[in-house]
């Protein structure tokens, strides 16, 4: 026999609801804890920068130079001024950088922060290839005509060779087509120091004709703009049959294929010598 029972309605899900005062306390509390939060980071986004700025460690006390040769780590201490005390995170670096720039021997340079209190700088010098003589001085540039600084007895840039004509305006500006002539010709030459160290001087007064002088001779050898080293080797193979004929040569011209101009020293000599040469061998003209 089956026995029925009525359900007690009051056990039913859906009669069951959760007290409205219970949520809305826990509600209220979640967004008060938030609150209390996001005041705190305020706080701290307010206060933290004074903070770090007045802070003894972040000061900058060691500053160190790497890569520098002809640029005393002094001179770049006293180009960077106040960095030395400065707060490390505040510190303007590209303005000191440009600071540094100022020397012609720093070509490029680096800072970096190292925390808390070091500061590390990277120096890339020009290289000095000759020495330009400007307004009755020598100066030491580089490959792009950058006067780097006045010679002086603290530089021992020896060998390097002389060089007339690269400024030829009133504000001894180097020409930049004859900047590229000379630093073509030194970098062919690079190559082969037996015949780069035998440079003495420079002329390059004519933008597309280099002119050379060696250090065993008073003959000018011009090697124009191009070819420098073959021409140059050419100019020492043919040098013994040319003085042969010509005791005194005043210019040597090795432009033209397979003809060599030659003028000789000797009073009343006006126009040039035509030489033909052949593997080596000089015939007269």
Do not use: C
């Amino acid at each position: 026999m089956a026995v029925q029972t009525r359900t007690d309605r009051r056990f039913r899900r859906a009669h069951v609801r959760p007290s409205r005062r219970r949520r809305s306390s826990t509600a209220r509390r979640r967004l008060a804890g938030g609150s209390l939060v996001l005041f705190g980071v305020a706080l701290a986004a307010f206060l933290l920068p004074g903070a770090l700025s007045s802070a003894g460690f972040l000061q900058v006390t060691t500053i160190t130079v790497r890569g520098n040769e002809h640029v005393s780590p002094g001179e770049v201490l006293a180009l960077l001024g106040p960095l030395r005390g400065q707060n490390i995170l505040m510190a303007d670096l590209e303005t000191y950088r440009q600071h540094l720039m100022a020397s012609g021997w720093v070509k490029t340079a680096t800072l970096r922060r190292v925390l808390p209190s070091t500061i590390e700088v990277d120096v890339d010098e020009r290289s000095a290839i000759g020495l330009a003589r400007i307004g009755g001085r020598l100066y030491l540039i580089d490959a792009a005509g950058t006067v780097i600084d006045e010679n002086g007895p603290r530089f021992s840039e020896g060998g390097l060779p002389i060089v007339d004509g690269l400024s030829t305006g009133t504000d001894d500006a180097a020409d930049e087509i004859r900047a590229q002539l000379i630093s073509s010709l030194v970098t062919a030459l690079e190559a082969t120091p037996e015949l780069s160290s035998r440079i003495s001087q420079i002329n390059v007064e004519d933008p597309y004709n280099a002119v050379v002088l060696l250090s065993d001779g008073p003959t000018l050898i011009h090697l124009g703009r191009e070819q420098f080293a073959k021409r140059l080797r050419e100019y020492l193979d043919l040098a013994p049959a040319l003085r042969a004929h010509v005791a005194d040569i005043d210019y040597v011209d090795l432009r033209f294929d397979r003809r060599v101009f030659i003028r000789p020293a000797e009073p009343g000599a006006k126009s040039p010598l035509v030489v033909s040469s052949h593997a080596r061998r000089v015939e007269f003209q």
